[in-house]
């Protein structure tokens, strides 16, 4: 292998696993607000504000480790 194929598939496994750990990291923060929204049904809507600000910060890691393998990718 050249090291530009071995570069793609760095690339590709990296994206894969950032996006894999930014949806167990969403579905965990979901678990527990919703856990907590059923423990005490009055601080949901607080609990809803902060688990919509987590997933957001989580989401923007996730695309920029995306957008940092493209980037290495591409690289020549």
């Known amino acids: 292998m050249t090291s530009t ?4 598939l760095a690339a590709g496994f990296g994206a894969g696993l950032s996006v894999i750990g930014g949806g167990f990291g969403i579905g965990k923060l979901a678990a527990a607000a919703m856990e907590g929204s059923a423990r005490q049904p009055t601080a949901a809507g607080d609990i809803r504000t902060s688990m919509i600000i987590a997933a957001a910060l989580i ?18």
Do not use: P
């Open 5 to 8: 194929a071995l570069a793609f």
């Open 59 to 76: 989401e923007g890691v996730t695309l920029f480790a995306i957008v940092v393998c493209v980037l290495l990718a591409i690289k020549q």
